[in-house]
């Protein structure tokens, strides 16, 4: 009985840090979509990172959209902490059944956070609750015909990748400097440095990214529901993005 109550223990601190993590990553995204939003209908109120537009932003992502973002991501915490649980406990029983189990809660994570991209896009921009946020976006991306534009996305795999490359050059520059104070005597004690120079640059990147990201997501779904408000407030723009967009996707895109 005290091995099952310390693993439900354990469990429940594997959702409560899991449901952290998602609730700060989704709070940000959540006011980047905000923020894009007011940029794409009043320019004048997100000109810099100071803006009205922004705050407004952050003040409805903590308040108003706060309740929405706490669901969204507890139903993708639940399913990382099952998944860690069951990885867990495969390093003592490393059973076809939990393997098949591991495998599917991975399918599962993926399509409830690609789920949660989109939704919490229409929470950022128009303060729907979640589940309306998420089946009203996919029925527009459904209605526009633009569900191959939104699987051929590869906006993500970018900017992981970039922030691989930051993390790379971000750990050879602490062996640098550890080497330069004499602190790097061969390559087995260059190891240290650089892996702390690569963690650091890396997570560093991701969030910034992540930024990016959310931005162009939040374009997308606006490019779908409000493209007249884009070429009327930013007209140049959105001629290149237009000409762009006909020129990868020919047949989807109509505009």
Same mark, same amino acid.
């Given at each position: 009985? *005290?091995? #099952?109550?310390?693993?439900f223990l354990v469990f429940l601190f594997l959702i409560s840090l899991f449901w952290t993590i998602q609730v700060i990553k989704n709070t940000v995204h959540t006011t980047v979509a905000g923020t894009v939003g007011?940029?794409?209908?009043?320019?004048?109120?997100?000109?810099?990172?100071?803006?009205?537009?922004?705050?407004?932003?952050? @003040?409805?992502? +903590?308040?108003?959209?706060?309740? /929405?973002?706490?669901?969204? /991501?507890?139903? +993708?915490?639940?399913?990382?902490?099952?998944? #860690?649980?069951?990885? !867990?406990?495969?390093?003592?029983?490393?059973?076809?059944?939990?393997?098949?189990? *591991?495998?599917?809660?991975?399918?599962?994570? /993926?399509?409830? *956070?690609? @789920?949660?991209?989109?939704?919490?896009?229409?929470?950022?921009? $128009?303060? $729907?609750?979640?589940? #309306?946020?998420?089946?009203?976006?996919?029925?527009?991306?459904?209605?526009?015909?633009?569900?191959?534009?939104?699987?051929?996305?590869?906006?993500?795999?970018?900017?992981?990748?970039?922030?691989?490359?930051?993390?790379?050059?971000?750990?050879?520059?602490?062996?640098?400097?550890?080497?330069?104070?004499?602190?790097?005597?061969?390559?087995? /004690?260059?190891?240290?440095?650089?892996?702390?120079?690569?963690?650091?640059?890396?997570?560093?990147?991701?969030?910034?990214?992540?930024?990016?990201?959310?931005? +162009?997501?939040?374009?997308?779904?606006? $490019?779908? *529901?409000?493209?007249?408000?884009? !070429?009327?407030?930013?007209?140049?723009?959105?001629?290149?993005?237009?000409?762009?967009?006909?020129?990868?996707?020919? +047949?989807?895109?109509?505009?």
């Amino acid at each position: 009985c *005290e091995n #099952e109550a310390n693993g439900f223990l354990v469990f429940l601190f594997l959702i409560s840090l899991f449901w952290t993590i998602q609730v700060i990553k989704n709070t940000v995204h959540t006011t980047v979509a905000g923020t894009v939003g007011t940029w794409w209908f009043a320019p004048n109120e997100a000109s810099s990172c100071c803006s009205p537009g922004v705050r407004d932003s952050l @003040f409805r992502s +903590v308040t108003f959209s706060f309740g /929405s973002i706490c669901f969204g /991501s507890l139903i +993708v915490a639940i399913i990382q902490a099952m998944k #860690e649980f069951l990885h !867990q406990v495969r390093q003592n029983d490393d059973g076809v059944l939990l393997c098949i189990a *591991e495998c599917l809660l991975g399918c599962l994570e /993926s399509l409830a *956070e690609y @789920f949660n991209t989109w939704a919490f896009c229409y929470v950022g921009l $128009y303060g $729907y609750t979640f589940m #309306e946020a998420g089946r009203n976006v996919l029925t527009l991306f459904k209605s526009r015909g633009w569900t191959t534009i939104i699987t051929d996305d590869l906006i993500d795999k970018v900017l992981f990748m970039v922030s691989i490359g930051v993390g790379l050059i971000t750990g050879l520059i602490s062996v640098v400097i550890s080497n330069a104070r004499g602190l790097v005597f061969d390559a087995a /004690s260059a190891g240290g440095p650089f892996l702390f120079g690569l963690l650091v640059g890396y997570f560093i990147a991701g969030v910034l990214m992540g930024v990016v990201g959310s931005a +162009v997501n939040t374009i997308i779904v606006l $490019y779908a *529901e409000a493209p007249n408000e884009f !070429q009327t407030n930013h007209p140049e723009l959105s001629t290149k993005m237009r000409t762009a967009w006909r020129q990868a996707w020919p +047949v989807e895109f109509r505009y």
